[in-house]
């Protein structure tokens, strides 16, 4: 076996070929891989509005169930009052004075 150590215009050609072919695929995945960074990016700043959306939430549960508290406690006073024990006057035996 023997090694020719001639260098052909082909061989040239060749390597110039693969070069570009290698320079041209990395800057076109390079450009993807930076469009995926972005969109990835839009994804983090959309599930960090949901975090914010889900501590709203919590907020407002726990307002509406104070709420709720607030109103059972009415409608127990707004009963007494009916029944004549609430705070209007005692002693009385109808709610109309009679």
């Known amino acids: ?5 001639t260098i052909t215009f ?8 693969l070069l570009v072919g290698f320079a041209i695929a990395f800057t076109r ?13 839009a994804v983090e700043e959309a599930l960090k509005a949901f975090g914010n ?5 919590a907020v407002n549960e726990t307002v509406a169930a104070t709420h709720a508290q607030m109103i059972a ?5 707004i009963a007494d009052m009916r ?12 709610l109309d004075g009679e």
């Open 53 to 57: 959306v889900s501590t709203r939430l």
């Open 10 to 17: 082909g061989a040239i050609v060749n390597a110039l070929v």
């Open 29 to 41: 995945i390079g450009g993807r891989i930076d469009l995926l960074s972005q969109r990835l990016t």
């Open 73 to 77: 406690g009415l409608q127990k006073e």
């Open 83 to 94: 029944r004549g024990s609430g705070f209007i006057a005692a002693g009385r035996e109808r």
């Open 1 to 5: 076996m023997t090694f020719d150590p």
